[in-house]
């Protein structure tokens, strides 16, 4: 159970720089080889994030239908993937649709996942899976009675560059991994039903989850609401973990310039993932060495290395895994227990700041 508590000169010496070759990690042996065969699936919403689903799903030789309660949305991806457009019930009582992706507003998600998971369907769903744990909890337990996949959007650990960090961290690469820090800054997009950690922190939670590898035993956060009262723009949060791990996530809606970052620091190197950066640069590894075994600090410092990481497109990365799922049967890398472990961080994240506000 997470609770709030606990832990509230050198020299520069040139390495050259090292391609180093990173092969599809293992941890996902499966992720992107072509499905026994392709599930007929429909995309829910098809809104700004819909429209990128649906592009993907008919790529990928899987759109089946699109369901959206405005016209407009709707009649644009019908007329682009030459699909039939229906409403949710139609969607729900085709049998021929084996599957379904729900990209709706997040607070309608709990009730559309229970819905197509009744009907029969397997599931995949934008983060994040439900706005409570309990509600999730319920939807994790309905897919497990019902033996339906039900997948949950984290699309970063889809990110092949993410993907690559969590493998070489998970080898050994980087020694002991001390502290994560993961921040996703923007202005916009500014949502009006949950705040800036529900739609943003989602996915630094589950890379950082994924690099620690730990169940964190505290979580505390500080939120600012500036634009709406009691809708947060700015997060911080604050993980630590049994073995003294310690991570931080900060997000924020309300940022002038963009920002997306994942940083480690380990025993044997320092490794930044940037986002923003060209895919060539976006994974660093920084062999720096700090020693302060004789009381005088000396700090060792290495150009970086840039891993050579095959480009692809982490959403169609994504939706490829849970067509490859359904297909199989196989359980997804971020499956509905996943996201308790990240439901899990948030409302725990939520509590310690409602805490700190009132
Ligand atoms: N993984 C990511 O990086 C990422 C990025 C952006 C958004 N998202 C997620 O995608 C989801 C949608 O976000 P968005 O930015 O596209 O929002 P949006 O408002 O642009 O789109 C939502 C769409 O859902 C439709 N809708 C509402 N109720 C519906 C219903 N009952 N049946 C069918 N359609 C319905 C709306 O008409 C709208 O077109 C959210 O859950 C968000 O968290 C994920």
């Known amino acids: 159970m997470l609770h709030e508590g606990g832990k509230a000169g050198g020299s520069r010496v040139s390495r ?10 293992a941890a996902y042996p499966h992720l992107a080889l072509p499905t026994v065969r392709i599930p007929r699936t429909a995309c829910i919403g098809c809104g700004y994030w819909g429209r990128k689903v649906a592009r993907n799903l008919a790529e990928l030789n899987a759109l089946h239908a699109a369901a959206d309660i405005s016209p407009g949305a709707l009649a644009e991806v019908v007329k682009m993937h030459d699909v039939p ?20 507003p997040a607070p309608m998600h709990g009730e559309h996942v229970r819905r197509a998971l009744m009907a029969g369907k ?23 009675e019902r033996g339906r996949i039900l997948m949950v959007g984290h699309l970063l650990r889809y990110h092949p560059v993410v993907m690559a960090l969590v493998d070489l961290a998970r080898k050994g690469r980087l020694g002991a991994v001390k502290h994560v820090y993961s921040r996703r800054f923007s202005l916009g997009k500014i949502r009006m039903e949950e705040d800036v950690m529900w739609s943003l922190a989602p996915h630094d939670i589950s890379i950082v989850l994924a690099l620690i590898g ?16 009691g809708i947060a723009d700015i997060a911080n949060i604050h993980l630590g973990f049994p073995s003294g791990i310690s991570a931080r996530v ?5 940022n002038p310039t963009k920002e997306q970052r994942t940083v480690v620091i380990g025993s044997k190197a320092h490794a930044v ?8 640069k976006k994974l660093q590894i920084y062999d720096h060495r700090v020693d302060v075994s004789t009381g005088q600090p000396t700090i060792d410092r290495a150009d970086p290395v840039s891993p050579v990481v095959e480009q692809a497109e982490p959403l169609k990365e994504e939706l490829s895994h849970f067509l490859d799922c359904v297909a199989t049967g196989r359980q997804p890398v971020t499956d509905g227990h996943e996201a308790l472990s990240v439901l899990s961080v948030l409302e725990g ?4 700041a409602r805490s700190k506000n009132s």
């Open 16 to 25: 050259p720089i090292i391609a180093e070759p990173i092969e599809r990690p």
């Open 250 to 254: 900060s997000v924020s809606w309300l």
């Open 273 to 280: 993932f940037d986002d923003i950066q060209p895919w060539e």
């Open 214 to 229: 730990e169940t964190p035993s505290y979580v505390s956060a500080e939120t600012t609401s500036i634009l709406t009262p």
């Open 349 to 352: 994240a939520a509590t310690s």
């Open 122 to 144: 397997h599931v995949f769903v934008e983060k994040p899976l439900a706005l409570q744990l309990f509600d999730a909890h319920s939807l994790v337990k309905l897919a497990r």
């Open 85 to 104: 457009g229906h409403d949710l019930d139609t969607i729900l009582a085709d049998p021929s649709c084996e599957a379904v992706a729900i990209a709706s």
